[in-house]
């Protein structure tokens, strides 16, 4: 099989290496484009992430090799374009939003699809924020989107936040087994990963909890209903329920997005086994076609009563597995469990490629 040829934008950044990284032996998709900031344009990309690079495992030596380009000269992905260099680009932007989603309009007007991290098009009404187990449908207005901004082959779609993760397809499994779910409260525990580079001061972070981060509350109480909700004119139409109150916390862990989830149900309430049963046996698109990215298990439930833990448990069946543990009765609510996702794989690049696997599927790509 021939690889199909992508960029990655913001390519030095924290998600972009783990792009780098996650893409090494991918069977369908090969690393040829990078594209980061102004100074390390020219560079190549080991001398542009020399000191700088986040991972445990070293980058690829052919991805050292790459010539980094201007993220912001779209020409140069255009000319990538024409040599079989670049047939869509992965957005790992780290740029104000503003500029962020002129840029990615910029690329898709080209005629190069985006697959963003960024949050400047979440909220944009005709681009689909996807996760590939719950909405695959939201795909279908791509044609839409084109047609509205009158791009060609480009379009853009988004992944959302990674503080949502950990939570939303067990959410998911259990709508569709016929218990949707009516209101929730959660409180994250964030991993300073996701600060991304250059993180959070240690000062601020060791032997200590920060009970803020800009923004991730509203995003954590809005993007669901994005996600639940449907196509309707052109648009996605945001899903009245469930009504979500999150309380974000930046936590002194590497890697891993815990939650603590209470919910209350409709009239429809499962038992505890049945909600296990439930979350073992679930299976989205992803599943289904066996996407390279995608975990056999997109839900793995741990009895263990001090699981799940972020240093044990977050690199389950590629780090792209929810992991829950201590399901149990709610005294305010019906239940409540602890989840966590690998925010930086699931969360971001593991993410952001299982949505390409999606397109491909799909036959955008």
């Known amino acids: 099989m021939t690889k199909i040829p992508v960029g990655i934008l913001g390519a030095t950044g924290m998600v972009g290496q783990n792009y780098i990284a996650l893409l090494k032996n991918h069977p369908w998709f090969d690393v040829r484009f990078v594209a980061a900031s102004p100074r390390s344009a020219g560079k190549k990309y080991a001398e542009a992430v020399a000191g700088r690079w986040q991972l445990v495992n070293p980058f690829p030596p052919h991805a050292g090799e790459i010539i980094v380009e201007d993220a912001n000269d779209v020409s140069r992905a255009i000319a990538a374009q024409r040599k079989g260099e670049c047939a869509f680009v992965f957005s790992a932007l780290e740029m104000g939003k503003d500029e962020t989603r002129a840029l990615e309009e910029a690329y898709a007007a080209a005629g190069i699809p985006v697959i963003s991290n960024a949050s400047a098009h979440r909220w944009t009404a005709d681009v689909p924020v996807l996760i590939g187990e719950i909405n695959p449908d939201h795909t279908d207005i791509i044609p839409e989107q084109q047609k509205v901004r009158r791009w060609n082959k480009g379009f853009i779609v988004v992944k959302p936040n990674c ?198 599927h799909k036959g955008y790509l």
């Open 163 to 360: 503080s949502i993760q950990s939570y939303m397809i067990p959410l998911h499994a259990l709508a569709q087994a016929g218990y949707p779910v009516k209101q929730l409260i959660v409180t994250t525990m964030q991993a300073i990963s996701g600060a991304g580079y250059p993180g959070v001061p240690s000062l601020d972070i060791i032997d200590n909890i920060v009970p803020y981060i800009g923004g991730e509350e509203e995003k954590t109480e809005m993007e669901p209903l994005k996600i639940f909700g449907t196509i309707t004119d052109g648009i996605i139409q945001n899903a009245e329920l469930p009504v979500i109150s999150a309380c974000c916390n930046r936590v002194p862990v590497i890697d891993g997005h815990t939650a603590c989830v209470s919910l209350e149900f409709g009239e429809k309430k499962p038992a505890i086994e049945a909600i296990k049963k439930i979350w073992a046996k679930f299976k989205g698109l992803p599943q289904e076609q066996k996407f390279p990215m995608a975990p056999k298990q997109p839900i793995i439930y741990r009895e263990e009563e001090n699981r799940p833990q972020p240093r044990k448990d977050r690199d389950l069946d590629k780090a792209m597995s929810v992991v829950i543990g201590r399901l149990r009765p709610c005294n305010v609510f019906d239940i409540r469990f602890t989840a966590l996702s690998h925010n930086t794989v699931r969360g971001a690049a593991g993410g952001g490629i299982l949505n390409a696997e999606l397109l491909k």
